[in-house]
């Protein structure tokens, strides 16, 4: 398996390039020069199988020669080492929680296949690797505990002031070795462009070994592609529509090409906050990136989504129109259905699980099938929120120990020469 960037199809690298390099020179994203298909007879047999046996799978054929089979086994079993429960809302909707890994967000699958797939390797290497990543809030938890004893690498996460959860920000700013986390006077978008202009600096790349973590990473992206199995090993071969709450869209776009594999989501439901340029695509033809706006589901707060690079690659526009529906809504719609679906279901949503099920809602309007919401993050990360809808204590124990560290990080204004300068400091 070769890997081309979307700003060049003769581009060839392998998995192993893309996943050091993270970003295509020309500002492009690698994506796969194929991708495979799995037997026709695949979900017949699903309901026998187990996550880590359809990972393997599913993955072999994108990591090419790059991991050998007891490699890549390894770093599945690591990765994979939590359940995705499907929890019932309501007679035909369903919760599957993504977030039982150790930062309680979805984004602990790929951070931890990203960062043991680097550490395998950079295993013989003798200069570190230094991995750059943009947070909104969920990735820069799970790459800092992904990363926080990997050998050989070290992490510098940029997230933006005054902008994430103080869990998340607990998250980020209290590892003791490997990261080194920078607080942006500015917005994600701001964070994720300044990681962009070093990934661009030939004079920086010449100096510095650096990768992403972001889902503009192969390695981040594509294991995400798993879980959106784990619905059919319990319902079988039936059609779901599965609704993925959204900010940069590298979920949606894992589901995408999984659904390219043979995978049958019969719809997939992209849910938005206000952030909504994916949705108005989706609606009007147009896209049209906006500045953005600050929202209780702040991981989703994106107004330029890298992975739409990716989405337009994968299908035409039009086509695009067809496999995503897309709805936005606004924060008191969002707190609104969390105290609903409490109250009547017993079920607490997050802020971006909420987003999720309002699209999914909107979607079926009729009770035909079965749909699934992504709960891409546990609600104790949104607690100034969370008070809104119950006082029940919902912290888990490891995250109550986590709020009594202190905090260490370096604040910094949206100035690219100071964070080069930072970085080969």
Do not use: W
């Not at 070769?2 to 492009?28: C, H």
């Not at 005054?162 to 590892?175: A, N, P």
């Not at 990934?199 to 920086?204: G, K, P, Q, Y």
């Not at 995503?324 to 079920?347: C, H, Q, R, W």
């Amino acid at each position: 398996m070769k890997y081309y960037s979307t700003k060049n199809k003769n581009l060839r690298k392998s998995f192993r390039e893309a996943v050091i390099e993270g970003l295509p020179a020309d500002n492009g994203l690698f994506m796969p020069e194929r991708i495979p298909q799995l037997p026709k007879d695949y979900f017949d047999n699903i309901q026998g199988k187990n996550i880590q046996e359809i990972a393997f799978g599913v993955l072999k054929p994108f990591v090419g020669e790059d991991l050998n089979d007891e490699q890549l086994k390894y770093i599945i079993q690591k990765t994979f080492s939590f359940d995705f429960p499907l929890q019932k809302i309501n007679d035909n909707k369903f919760a599957m929680e993504l977030f039982h890994g150790p930062s309680y967000a979805f984004k602990d699958v790929g951070a931890t296949f990203l960062a043991l797939c680097l550490e395998e390797f950079f295993k013989e290497e003798k200069e570190k690797c230094t991995i750059l990543v943009a947070t909104s809030g969920d990735t820069g938890g799970a790459v800092a505990a992904a990363f926080s004893k990997v050998e050989n690498i070290e992490v510098v996460i940029l997230y933006p002031s005054g902008k994430v959860s103080e869990l998340q920000e607990k998250q980020l700013t209290t590892f003791d070795q490997n990261v080194k986390a920078l607080e942006i006077e500015g917005n994600f978008d701001d964070c994720q462009q300044l990681v962009k202009e070093a990934f661009l600096d030939s004079d920086l790349r010449d100096k510095l070994n650096i990768s992403s973590a972001n889902s503009i990473n192969v390695a981040r992206f594509l294991p995400q592609m798993v879980y959106y199995f784990a619905p059919f090993i319990k319902f079988g071969n039936a059609p779901l529509t599965i609704a993925v709450p959204s900010g940069n869209y590298g979920n949606l776009t894992a589901g995408l090409i999984a659904q390219k594999m043979g995978l049958p989501v019969k719809q997939f439901v992209a849910g938005a906050n206000r952030n909504d340029v994916v949705p108005r695509f989706l609606n009007t033809g147009n896209y049209e990136p906006k500045a953005t706006i600050q929202t209780i589901s702040n991981a989703m707060d994106v107004g330029n989504p890298s992975n739409f690079q990716r989405m337009i690659d994968l299908f035409s526009e039009e086509e695009i129109r067809e496999k995503i529906k897309g709805f936005a809504f606004s924060d008191e719609a969002t707190l609104e259905i969390m105290k609903k679906v409490f109250t009547e279901n017993d079920y607490l949503l997050d802020p971006h699980g909420a987003v999720g099920y309002l699209a999914l809602a909107e979607f079926m309007k009729t009770p035909e099938g079965k749909g699934i919401v992504l709960e891409t993050a546990h609600p104790c990360k949104f607690m100034d929120v969370v008070k809104k809808v119950t006082n029940k204590d919902i912290l888990p124990e490891s995250a109550e120990a986590l709020m009594q560290k202190e905090m260490k990080s370096v604040k910094m204004k949206v100035d690219y020469e100071g964070f080069k300068e930072f970085l080969l400091g």
